[in-house]
């Protein structure tokens, strides 16, 4: 038997799981779990990760560390774990190439979105998603591809899609420019992003669509940061009407003022006064 396989049998009879609970929570087949547990099958990393998450314990701990031996409060817990920002500590960064050896740019669909927060640094995930290439983009560079949803940073409007060139150090987060954020509870969102704390704590996250408030969220939620270079979309912008609409106000001001003016002097002239100096 494995010591993951020791770990996982350990971890469950420790939450007094059955292995039916145990699978469901998970997302898997009892029969599997059974494997995982009996040593005959090796976990995939997505349900690595979610057998780590679920039980509050770090993927390195459970696949290199005996639990059984260890005591309960000894175990490190992915919540005791500070954040890192900048980037000393490895991040699993997956990527797929194609013949010629370059790098894909990966299409994360909304459809997708939630399965990405899991599956994100899993290879075989990334292999069931579309791919395609923009020779405009700066090379060489790690480029991946969200489908956003929401209409929270118009005038880029639900549907389009936006491509993000990885940052692997957190601590290079431009104040003001837009990211596309994959975290662990709010899934993955475009915003744009200020690090209004002097430190790297917390971020604040902005919409362009004043519609909607602002609001703050913790690095340690944040799994990946993907800087916005480029957007596609097969919606055009609608013309921008308010200057129209203001110069339109303009001038229907001046041609009232006129007409004002237009009055004072006629009404001086039948009075007898001088008349008012003309519109410059």
């Keep these: 038997m494995s ?6 049998k350990h971890l469950r009879k420790q939450h007094k799981l059955t292995q039916e609970q145990l699978a469901e929570k998970i997302g898997i087949k009892r029969s599997l779990l059974g494997a995982y547990e009996e040593g005959r099958a090796d976990p995939r990393l ?4 979610n057998i780590a998450k679920e039980f509050d ?7 290199s560390e005996d639990l059984s031996v260890m005591p309960t409060d000894s175990v490190a817990t992915r919540s005791q774990v500070t954040a890192d920002t900048s980037g000393q500590n490895l991040r699993i960064l997956s990527i797929t190439i194609d013949k010629q050896g370059n790098e894909n740019i990966e299409l994360v669909p909304d459809r997708a ?4 927060t899991v599956g994100y640094s899993d290879p075989e995930y990334l292999e069931d998603l579309p791919k395609f290439h923009l020779p405009i983009l700066p090379s ?3 480029y991946r591809a969200f489908e956003i949803s929401g209409d929270s940073m118009l005038p880029i409007t639900p549907g389009a899609v936006v491509v993000g060139h990885y940052v692997e150090d957190w601590t290079q987060i431009k104040s003001g420019e837009t990211y ?3 975290t662990q509870k709010e899934g993955i969102v475009y915003k744009r ?3 209004y704390s002097g430190g790297m704590d917390r971020l604040l996250l902005v919409s362009d669509n004043k519609s909607y408030a602002p609001y703050d969220i913790a690095v340690s939620d944040i799994l990946e940061v993907w ?3 480029a957007y596609i979309s097969t919606h055009f912008p609608e013309p921008n009407t308010e200057k129209e609409l203001t110069m339109e106000g303009l001038t229907r001001m001046m041609i009232e003022l006129q007409q004002e003016v237009k009055a004072l002097r006629e009404e001086r002239n039948q009075n007898g006064l001088p008349p008012v100096d003309p519109i410059a």
């Design 180 to 182: 596309v954020l994959v």
């Design 140 to 142: 060489p560079g790690t």
């Design 227 to 229: 800087e916005a270079k």
């Design 3 to 8: 010591l993951v396989s020791k770990n996982i």
């Design 57 to 63: 314990v770090l993927v390195d701990t459970l696949i």
């Design 193 to 195: 992003v200020f690090n």
């Design 113 to 116: 979105a939630a399965g990405y």
């Design 46 to 49: 997505t349900n690595l990760l």
